[in-house]
């Protein structure tokens, strides 16, 4: 009942937000649930899997449920404990795994397939599911070694020549990946693995050469790859590997050109064992603040294309009547 109500029966306010015709009564370990025949159906079913999901991961969230509810609303007929109960690492007491319907299809596709790529906007979990799904094939010894890549391109600020070694100077690109590294491992055991090469962490640019074999290779910010890299890292694939390709096609920070991750959309979209997941804002599971800028962001892009079009076409007729 704890884990149900949250700290200062929090979660128990968002499940009356859910559903707001129906007054939710706790005493004791007992709750009621009042009001149209149809609605109270429908907040027993949540409070059912809430009770289920909390027996397997003892950790609810506002989002579990609000998502639950938006499940259970569906037509897809699925259970919010089938979707969300999968736990993929359980790191210093907390459970790793999917939050939302579409992180779920996007882990299930890096099971079944060999190489993914995971599109979506910021705060999707498109890194860190991978990511732990990369630790946890480690941890199974389905591979022997974790790679992990990102382009080194500045985010619209040109920072001029960092000082240090190799490692110094290629370590604030690569930060991110550390950072997700550590929360799913010790970091002392982060630090070993690493030492002797089972954990990988290079630029892109060191990959052209190499053949990948039993290992689980992660390329992130993928959308800053130029399409001759992207070719370069795919062709990389050696036997008994899988691949998971992240990035975000709507933050692209090459200097000219086309960004390989848009390109290998067209390219590879009708292979078999290639899987794109295109995750959206309904997925974004930071602040919820950071959805609704996604999708601010996504109407205005819309806004600005369609302007466009409309002058072409204006062009266009100007012309024919000339």
Do not use: C, W
Request: glycine share 8%; proline share 4%; no cysteine.
């Amino acid at each position: 009942m704890v884990d149900l109500l949250g700290p200062q029966d929090r979660l128990l306010r968002t499940i009356e937000d859910q559903h707001p015709l129906v007054s939710v009564f706790v005493r004791g370990n007992e709750i009621a649930l009042e009001g149209p025949a149809a609605q109270v159906r429908a907040a027993n079913t949540l409070v059912e899997e809430l009770l289920a999901l909390a027996g397997e991961t003892h950790e609810l969230t506002d989002r579990d449920v609000t998502e639950s509810a938006r499940i259970i609303a569906g037509s897809s007929g699925e259970r919010p404990t089938d979707v969300l109960g999968q736990t993929i690492l359980m790191s210093r007491g907390k459970s790793i795994r999917p939050k939302t319907s579409g992180q779920r299809a996007y882990v299930d596709a890096i099971d079944e397939n060999t190489v993914v790529f995971g599109i979506g906007p910021a705060g999707t979990g498109k890194t860190y599911l991978a990511m732990a799904k990369a630790v946890q094939a480690l941890q199974r010894k389905e591979v022997d070694r974790i790679i992990l890549t990102r382009p080194a391109v500045e985010a619209g600020e040109r920072l001029g020549f960092l000082p240090g070694s190799l490692t110094d100077k290629i370590d604030p690109y690569l930060r991110p990946l550390y950072d997700a590294l550590n929360e799913m491992m010790d970091p002392e055991v982060v630090g070993k693995l690493l030492a002797i090469g089972t954990i990988e962490v290079a630029p892109l640019a060191y990959m052209r050469g190499r053949t990948l074999n039993n290992s689980f290779v992660i390329l992130d910010e993928a959308q800053n790859t130029t399409p001759e890299q992207m070719k370069m890292f795919l062709t990389r694939l050696g036997f008994g590997s899988r691949m998971v390709v992240t990035g975000d096609i709507t933050q692209v920070d090459l200097p000219t050109g086309t960004s390989g991750l848009t390109l290998v959309t067209q390219v590879l979209d009708t292979l078999d064992d290639i899987h794109f997941s295109y995750l959206t804002s309904d997925d974004v599971v930071r602040h919820t603040l950071v959805a609704q800028i996604v999708d601010a962001y996504t109407r205005y892009d819309e806004d600005r294309q369609r302007v466009r079009a409309d002058r072409r076409d204006a062009t266009g007729r100007g012309e024919s009547a000339l």
